[in-house]
Each structure stands twice: as C-alpha cells, then as structure tokens.
C-alpha cells in the first residue's frame, strides 16, 4: 500500500517549457488536492478535486491545468512555466463521506520544481 | 477572511520542557482546527484534530473560540518531536485548508 505517489522527486526547468506532475493514490479515495509550498509560507490549494472528471481551482490557479481522469490519479500541468512557479508541489487525497465530510488528508512525498 | 497565523517560525526547548506550538486564527463561524507533522525526511501527516479531542504522541491541544486559538501543547519533550508543525483550519461545509506558515521545532538533548 503505496498511499500517494508522486513523480517526479525534482524538476529544473526553463521558463517557457511545460511538464506535467503525476500523483496517483491507492486508498480508493475521492478527493485528491495539488499544493504548493514556498519558503516562510503555508501550502496554498492550487486545484481540487471532489470525483473522476471534476475539478475545482483554490487559492493559487493561475497558470495550471489540471486533469483527473480516473480515481487514482490527478495531474497537475504547467504549460509554460515561469520563475513564480518554483516551489515545492504537493499532492494530497482524502475521504469524503456521505454527508460531504472530507476525514484526514494523505499526502504524498512532494516534488521540488526550479524554473530558470 | 480565513486565515492562520503561527507566531514563531523555529522554537527550540531542551529535551523534558514543556513545549507549547501556538496557532491563532481568524474565521466567523465554527471552523476545524487541525495540526499536521512533518518530521525529517517524512511525509506531512495528520497529528490531532480538535474534534477528536485526543492526545497523540502526548500532545494535545485545545480549541479557544474566545482567544481563537488552537495551542499545541506537550508536557515534557522528547527529542523525536523535532519536526515542521502545521496549524490548519477547515471553514464549515468546506474542503479547503487554511495553512499557518509552519513552526520548526528543535528539541536539544
């Protein structure tokens, strides 16, 4: 039981090339979330997703996409990236109940993403 | 607006101090507070939710609606409770998280 995975481990990167990070989850949950975490500051929500095929934007969307084509997995994509985008991504899922309840997020290990 | 406030970014104590993590908020309504743990090389993980009213790894910690606060507390420190402590708060109805910026916490032997 891997939990959340997350690939790659580290990214460097050109501005104006594009990637894709990949986050998969073995714990049959429904929601599944993308941060990002900058020095002296706390994780900011970038996309959310409550099921297979929906997705929501958070706090920080600009310049993302991203793609949940299955249960297990949501993609996050920067399509041309910029310096501001450096930082540390990371992909979280959890349980929602019934009742629209979201129980403990799980998260995965991170990705460390440089933008020259 | 939402927000979470850790006041100090590193707290360093001597092993068997007490330790106290603080976290102020700012929400109207009745929020969930939680803290999360990052310890070396590990993953973020879930340590204690106000609502489940627990001690975990002997912390515990108290929700103040009047001071909105959400204090971190340990009575005496171990040295493995050298970690990254995240304060959260979740807003009724919602699944979003409001994250404090982190308190590193250094125990010295």
């Known amino acids: 039981n891997a939990g959340v995975t997350q690939t790659p481990k580290f990214q460097v990167l050109k501005t104006g090339q594009s990637m894709t990070l990949q986050c998969a989850q073995d714990?049959?949950?429904?929601?599944m979330y993308w941060y990002r975490q900058d020095p002296g500051m706390g994780l900011r929500l970038i996309y959310y997703s409550a099921s297979e095929g929906t997705t929501d934007k958070g706090e920080v969307p600009n310049g993302y996409n991203v793609s949940r084509l299955n249960k297990r997995e949501f993609s996050l994509r920067l399509e041309s990236a910029a310096p501001s985008q450096t930082s540390v991504y990371f992909c979280?899922?959890?349980?929602?109940?019934?009742?629209?309840?979201?129980?403990?997020?799980?998260f995965g290990p991170g990705t460390r993403l440089t933008v020259l | 607006a939402q927000r979470v406030t850790q006041p100090e970014k590193l707290l360093s104590v001597f092993k068997g101090a007490p330790v106290e993590l603080k976290c102020n908020y700012s929400?109207?309504?009745?929020?969930?507070l939680f803290w999360y743990v990052q310890y070396s090389r590990q993953r973020l993980q879930l340590l204690l939710r106000?609502?489940?009213?627990?001690s975990i790894k002997g912390f515990t910690a108290d929700l103040n609606k009047g001071e909105t606060s959400f204090h971190l507390k340990k009575p005496f420190a171990q040295e493995e409770d050298s970690a990254m402590y995240y304060c959260a708060l979740r807003g009724e109805g919602n699944y979003q998280l409001i994250w404090g910026a982190g308190t590193k916490l250094i125990i010295k032997p």
């Open positions: 979280a899922s959890s349980e929602t109940t019934l009742s629209g309840h979201h129980n403990e997020q799980f």
């Open positions: 714990m049959n949950h429904n929601s």
């Open positions: 929400y109207s309504g009745s929020p969930e």
């Open positions: 106000h609502i489940s009213r627990e």
